[in-house]
C-alpha cells in the first residue's frame, strides 16, 4: 500500500502543480491583457488631444476669417453709403439742371 499511498501522493503533487501553472498563465495573460488596454487607452487619449488641438487651430482661424468678412462687410456698407449720397446729389442736381432747361426751352 506504501506504493500506492505514495503514486496517490505524486498525482496530488502532480495535479496541485499543474493548477499552479495554469493560474500562472492566467495571471501572466491578464497582466499582457491589462497593459494592451492601457497602452491602447493611452493612444486614445493622445489621439483625442491631437484632435481637441487641430480642432481648436481650425476654429481660430474661422474666427480670425469671420472677422474679417465682418470688416469687409462694415467697409463696403459705408461706401455705399457715401456713393448713395454723392449720387444723390448728382441726381438732385441733375434733375434741377433738367428743369431748368425744360423751364428756358417753353
Known sequence: ?????GSIVLSAAAIVLSGCATSGALRRATEQQ???L???QTAQQAALASEKAERAASDS???QDLGMVRGDITALRTELQ???TEFGANIA????GEMERQAACK
Open 1 to 5: 500500500m506504501r506504493v500506492f499511498g
Open 34 to 36: 491589462q497593459a494592451a
Open 38 to 40: 492601457a497602452a491602447q
Open 61 to 63: 482661424a474661422l474666427r
Open 82 to 84: 457715401t456713393l448713395r
Open 93 to 96: 442736381m441733375v434733375e434741377e
